[in-house]
């Protein structure tokens, strides 16, 4: 799977007494997994899908990472 390293602080840990985000923190995993869905990348490696690339005009790039 792909790592996460995301410093606690930008996550809200711990979450800030003052302020606009006073309270506030960030599940990092959920938040990682909703953008990998939206750009059509592989939740486990992050590598985007053969139809992704291949709409991207990237069939090069799909064929070398998805030989058949």
């Known amino acids: ?3 996460r ?7 809200g840990i ?5 302020g ?3 309270g506030v923190t960030v599940n990092i995993d959920e938040r990682v997994s ?3 869905k939206a ?8 590598v985007p899908s053969k ?3 291949e709409q991207l005009g990237m069939s090069d790039v799909a064929a ?5």
């Open 5 to 11: 390293n995301v410093p606690g602080r930008i996550a």
């Open 20 to 22: 606009p985000a006073a």
């Open 14 to 18: 711990p979450p800030q007494t003052e």
């Open 1 to 3: 799977p792909v790592k």
């Open 34 to 36: 909703e953008y990998f």
């Open 39 to 46: 750009m059509d990348w592989d939740q486990n490696t992050g």
């Open 51 to 53: 139809q992704k690339l």
């Open 64 to 68: 070398a990472l998805y030989p058949e």
